[in-house]
Every structure is written in structure tokens, then in C-alpha cells.
């Protein structure tokens, strides 16, 4: 079952798991009898919404929904103006630095033309583990902190991975040997990468609103693994 973070008049936000396609598209390479969150959602409330921006597949954490279609420009207007403020985490390959800006441009989903986008990130805590990954022969990790201030598709991705800090578990962008080690000697897969909190001014009441989405299962197993405290 869905976890509901949030619900009023006219949204509800949605805590996605990890390896679910928001809605179905031309985009999107997938089978059509596969369920996507829209439709996962409205089976569970009976009720049709509409998702007013969208998350990777493998990305886990809140996706803000519309209770009528008409509303969804509306919302969508807040990102597009960067009027709402965007906290993901994430754990990277390697040290990172104590914090740091990327403003580099990043691929339109045209995938031709590219686009400003800028990030800001801050290291929360660090992991050396004695397994050897080539060519070290020990294995770093940072948990980080991302402040996107733009919404370009697969940004924090690709960011990370410019800047020698690629996610873990990312199939695209990330560290194969990384993943590899995390699959087959942790025992886990997905794309550590969490959009833990959204804060807005709702157009409607005037109120300040911060939603926030729980981590996963692997987050909580790997964190309590590593020591780190997630806030």
C-alpha cells in the first residue's frame, strides 16, 4: 500500500518506492501491463489524480498529486519558478567534499539540447569499508545532502556523476564496480537516491507547507549498517 504523506482540498503527495514508473509513456521504456504509481494510487483511494511532476523509476519519495486536472498548471507553475524548495539525499561513491554548487547544463529530454541546472549539496557522513573495490583496496562512501534548484530530467544523476561522486546504484550514470560490490556483498540494488522533503506556499491557503517521505527499508538497513543517522 501507498504511503500518503499529505492530503488536502486540492493535493495529496505520495511516497513512491523505488522501481515504479510515475505514469506510462512514449518515453518510457516499459511494458504497458506494468502498474505505474497513477494507477497504483487510484486503486488504493478510488480516485483519479494527477501527478504534477515526476521522479526516475528508481528514485523513491514524494510525488505531489492533483486532485483535479484543471489545478495541475497551477502547481506546476511553483516548479517552473523554483517556488518550491527540493531536499533529496543520496550516497555517493567516494569522499565528497564538506559541500559544494554544481551548476553545469544537463540534457533536455529531447536528450539534444541542453539546459542550465544547478545543484547544491553539503556531505552529512562518511564510510570506509574494508572490501576492496578496483582499484582500492578499501571502499568510501558519502551520504549527501541535494539542493536542486532546477528540475532537469536525471539532474542529480548526472550532476554527481560530473563531479566524480556518482550515486550508487545507478545503472546509467554510476560506478559499475561500486554497484557491483553493494549487489553482491550488501546485498543491495536499488538507486540510493531519496527525495526526502518538498516546502511550498500553498496557492490556495497562504500556508507554509513542508512535506516529508520516510526512507525506505535499504536505507534504514544500510544507515543503521553504516552508523549514519538519517535526520
Not at 505505474?36 to 480516485?47: E, F, G, R
Not at 506546476?76 to 524548495?85: A, R
Request: with cysteine; aromatic share 10%; charged share 25%.
Amino acid at each position: 500500500m501507498l504511503t500518503i504523506c499529505y492530503e488536502d482540498a486540492s493535493i495529496l503527495a505520495v511516497n513512491k518506492p523505488n522501481n515504479i514508473l510515475v505514469h506510462h509513456s512514449s518515453m518510457a521504456n516499459n511494458k504497458t501491463d506494468e502498474l505505474s504509481l497513477v494507477q497504483l494510487l487510484y486503486n488504493q483511494i478510488n480516485q483519479h489524480c494527477f501527478p504534477i511532476h515526476r521522479l526516475d523509476r528508481k528514485t523513491s519519495g514524494i510525488v505531489l498529486f492533483a486532485k483535479k486536472k484543471e489545478d495541475v498548471a497551477k502547481w506546476q507553475h511553483l516548479f517552473i519558478t523554483n517556488n518550491i524548495q527540493k531536499e533529496y539525499y543520496g550516497i555517493v561513491r567516494g569522499y565528497a567534499p564538506l559541500k559544494g554548487v554544481i551548476d553545469s547544463p544537463v540534457k533536455g529530454r529531447d536528450a539534444k539540447i541542453h539546459k542550465s541546472a544547478l545543484t547544491n549539496y553539503k556531505r552529512l557522513a562518511t564510510k570506509e569499508l574494508d572490501i576492496p573495490v578496483e582499484p582500492f583496496d578499501t571502499s568510501r562512501y558519502s551520504l549527501l545532502a541535494l539542493y536542486p534548484k532546477t528540475g532537469r530530467m536525471h539532474q542529480l544523476r548526472v550532476h554527481l556523476n560530473k563531479i566524480s561522486y556518482p550515486l550508487i546504484g545507478d545503472p546509467k550514470y554510476g560506478d559499475r564496480f561500486h554497484n557491483r560490490m553493494f549487489a553482491n556483498q550488501l546485498q543491495y540494488s536499488n538507486l540510493f537516491l531519496h527525495a526526502k522533503s518538498l516546502q511550498f506556499i500553498h496557492p490556495d491557503t497562504k500556508q507554509l507547507i513542508c512535506v516529508i517521505a520516510d526512507f525506505p527499508s535499504d536505507w534504514l538497513q544500510i544507515c543503521k549498517k553504516f552508523n549514519w543517522k538519517l535526520d
